[in-house]
Structure formats: C-alpha cells, structure tokens
C-alpha cells in the first residue's frame, strides 16, 4: 500500500494542510512499483528533501498502458459519446478549481515558482484549459465529401487509442492539462508520466480523477525517470502516439524510440531560443516592460523566454538603461512571500547548468552588465542576469540556457536583425516591437517560429495554436489545432447504387 505525504503549509502566501498518496495511479488505484524504489523531491528554495515518491519503470508502464487499452475497449473510447466525455471533463475542472490553492502551494514547494503565479497563472491556466477542451468534446466531426449521386463518401476523425504523454517540470499544472484535456475530448485513454522533479500536484490531480466519475484505465499517471519509464512510454507497442514537452536532445530519442518500435505518431514541444526585436519607433516603456516579462517570467524557465533582445541603436542606451533598472528591481526570494517574483532555479542540476553558461558567456568575452551570480547560500537562487557585447557565435547566444539570462545586442537594419533572429536552429517563438504596423506585421512574417507576439511577449491565448518551426518540434498544443493530434481520419465510401 503507497504511502502518502503531509505538508501543512503557514506562509504568508498559503495557509493549509494538503495530503496526497505517494505510490503510481494506474487503473483507478494507487500502487506500489513492480521494483519498488523512490525518487525524492527536493524544495529547491532550501536545496532539502520534502519526501519520496513511487518510482515505476517499464513494468509499471507495460500494467499502466494494458489498463488503458481495456479502458479504450470497454468503458471510453467510442464507448461514451462526447456530451459525456465534456460533462465529465467539466466535473473535473470544478474539482480542480475547489483545490486550486492545494496545486498551488505544491508547485511553490517543488518547483520553487512563486506561489501567486503557480496560483493566479499555471492552476488558473490549466483549469481553463481542461474547461476549453470540454466543450470541443461532442464537436469532434469528419465531413462528407461529394463524389457521385451513387456513392455517399465521409470522414471519420476516430480517437488514436491509448496515448502516451510525457511533460516538464517548469509549469506542472498546465503542461498536464495542456496534454490530458484534447486526448480526453477526442477519446483516448492516457498513460502519461510528470516530470521526476515536480510529481506532488500530479500526484493530488490523481485524486481527482474518480471522483469526476472518469472509469479506471482512463487516465493512469506513472512517476518514474525519463530514461526508464519515459522510455518505455516511448517503446512500448500498446502506446499508439507520444505527446512530449522538454528538450531537444530527448524529443530526439523519442522520436527514435518510436520509430523503432510500432511507428507510433509523434508530437514534440522542444526548446527555444526567441528573439525579442525593438525598434527605434518602439513605445518604449512598454517594450521594456514586455521584455522584462519575455525573459525573466517564470525565472527564466520557459520554453519560449525572449532571451536574445536585439535593439535598434537609436534606443539602445535608453532601452538598457530602463532595462537594467526593471531587472535590478526584481524580487527574488522565498516563493510563499507575497512579493516574490522570481523564486529558486528548480534543482541543483539546472542552477549549475545556467551558471556554468555565465561563465561560458565571461570566458567567449560577453560582458555579465547586471547580476550572474548566486543569491545566498541556501537554496538554488540566481540573480537576473544581462548580458551586452554578445557575438553571434556565443555559446549563450546560440544555446538555451533556461535560466534568468538575457543576450542584449545591437542593430541597425531591419534585413540585419531578420537574418539574425532567424540564425538558430530553434524557432518557436518571437517577438516585435514597433508602431509601424506595416514593418510589425512583415517582420513577424518573416520569422521562422511558430508563435509571433506583436508589442507583447510570452502571452499565450489557449484558442491559438503554440508549437515551433524547425528544431523547436512538431505539432501544436493548444487551440482547436491540437486536436488533431489525438485522431487518426478513416475515410468511409458508401456504394448507393454503383454497378460492376
């Protein structure tokens, strides 16, 4: 039987006791692993183990992924129409509204993100999220094509089947049902592992599930390593398609791992390297502002961070100036304080990796105008960083660090800073700043990313598309867009009185 987790919480932020069971929740249960083990999750704003959880491997996804499929045979699927999958869905969300600040609160503690924007963003987010996709749940339509008076001809958009899901650390909530919520509306059942580093708010999402009056096997979440359960989520023949959000570097081994097991269908929301471009004719305070947000949001930690800032000479001095005095102002510390903007880094792994960019920034002879280093002693902390006098050939400007750091440079054409923000092998996101509405809009078509902000950076719609260009993935999430990824369309001929 799985042990469970107490944490009573008296910050100034949140006050409350949450519990929640520590094992895997596969086919409506909570259980322990086929090998045992545990992972313990670390409160990166300390650098201290808060608990351990359930470890699965491949066993307990091989279990996970055969629940899910006599789920999709029997009790989902095109079993249950999708007024019914919405209703349920809608259920669902209600519950995870009534615990949102318990989300909240586990997400500070784990990730070290602070708690309002765990609360007033991610949670929120991931709400409107799941209540998005139930109301497309019973619009889910093929159409009917014409041919000849003798035949009826139509399509079918029919759920893949069993999915399987793997998500980040860097938003818990919202990465969870920004890949749960189009799989559950189209019909699908899931299999889906949390990242290692963030599990306790999946872990509480569990609890959730029976009592929205989903059937075991619908959805099965399995805590584990990438190498073990994330790889055989990748392998394993019963799973008809991944959906993945995290690196470069693993979006390839998945996709090598799918292709040599059943061919499986593939999407992939990698990483990112945005350009942030201002223009002379800019609004300048609101660029500034914007920029602030594009970068250091969520401490650096976002997939789609404007972390190459090119700016036009003429406001250069001015836009750094302003630049320079946001960043200073921004409070880090503790993310249960009211005030905090920017908690922890979320482990010691990636605060070493982000410094060891700094010093790889220094060493190529970028100069560090503002922070680059850590905060304290306790904790994974960092200060928000800049970086001027940056090159193109820069380790930390080709590279995405994930972390508080921004590239600031110089430009003067626009054909210059086209071909510059497009030299990356990334290209999810962009942004442009500018009054000239005929410049702004050809700018942002000129960009190779999938995502261009015009004068607002990092904001997202959920009913618009997100996903990247290039080596930034395939597929979108998000929007009536990410439907498609979760059906397979049969083409039906119907003979009304065609002869041989």
Request: charged share 20%; glycine share 10%.
């Amino acid at each position: 039987m799985p042990s469970t987790f107490t944490k009573t919480f008296d910050t100034p932020a949140y006050k409350g006791t949450v519990t929640i069971p520590l094992g895997l929740y596969i086919n409506g249960k909570f259980v322990d692993p086929v090998e045992g083990g545990t992972i313990d999750v670390v409160n990166p704003a300390t650098g201290k183990v808060v608990t351990s959880i359930a470890a699965g491997t491949k066993a307990d996804i091989d279990i996970a992924a055969k629940a899910a499929k006599e789920a999709y045979k029997t009790s989902w699927g095109l079993k249950v129409p999708g007024t019914q999958r919405g209703k349920l869905m809608s259920k669902l969300a209600v519950l995870m509204e009534e615990h949102i600040a318990e989300f909240a609160a586990l997400d500070a503690l784990a990730n070290g993100k602070a708690y309002n924007t765990a609360y007033g963003k991610d949670n929120k987010g991931a709400i409107a999220v799941m209540e998005y996709y139930a109301g497309w749940a019973d619009k889910i339509s093929g159409k009917t094509i014409e041919t000849n008076e003798k035949k009826l001809a139509y399509t079918r958009h029919e759920p893949i089947g069993v999915v399987g899901q793997i998500i980040p650390w860097n938003v818990p909530m919202f990465s969870l049902s920004l890949k749960v919520a189009p799989a559950l509306a189209t019909g699908n059942t899931i299999v889906l592992k949390p990242s290692e580093i963030t599990p306790l708010s999946a872990l509480l999402f569990c609890t959730l599930i029976e009592q929205a009056g989903f059937p075991p096997g619908v959805i099965n979440i399995v805590n584990g390593y990438g190498s073990t359960a994330g790889q055989a989520i990748s392998e394993h023949p019963l799973i008809e398609k991944v959906a993945f959000t995290g690196s470069t570097l693993t979006g390839r081994r998945i996709m090598e791992a799918a292709a040599k097991s059943n061919l499986k269908s593939v999407t992939l929301e990698l990483g990112g390297k945005s350009p942030s471009i201002l223009f002379d004719d800019a609004d300048l305070e609101q660029a500034v502002k914007w920029a602030i947000h594009g970068i250091y949001y969520n401490h650096g930690q976002n997939c789609s961070a404007g972390s190459r800032i090119f700016v036009q000479e003429g406001i250069y001095d001015k836009f750094l100036d302003q630049f320079t005095e946001q960043a200073r102002a921004i409070k880090v510390g503790d993310p249960f304080s009211p005030d905090t903007y920017q908690g922890p880094q979320v482990s010691k792994t990636q605060f070493e990796r982000i410094m060891g960019y700094i010093t790889s920034g220094q060493n190529d002879g970028a100069t560090v105008h503002l922070g680059g280093k850590q905060i304290g002693q306790e904790g994974y902390f960092i200060e928000p960083t800049i970086f001027t006098e940056c090159q193109p050939n820069m380790e930390i400007v080709r590279e995405e660090i994930f972390g508080p750091v921004a590239c600031v440079m110089k430009f003067k054409t626009e054909d210059e800073v086209v071909e510059q923000a497009n030299d990356t092998t990334y290209g999810l996101a962009a942004s442009v700043f500018t009054k000239d509405i005929d410049r702004a809009i050809r700018v942002a078509h000129a960009l190779e990313a999938g995502t261009a902000w015009i004068n607002c950076s990092n904001h997202a719609e959920i009913s618009m598309p997100f996903g990247g260009f290039k080596q930034s993935g395939i597929g979108r999430d998000l929007s009536e867009y990410a439907l498609e990824n979760y059906t397979n369309v049969k083409a039906v001929h119907v003979n009304i009185g065609m002869r041989m």
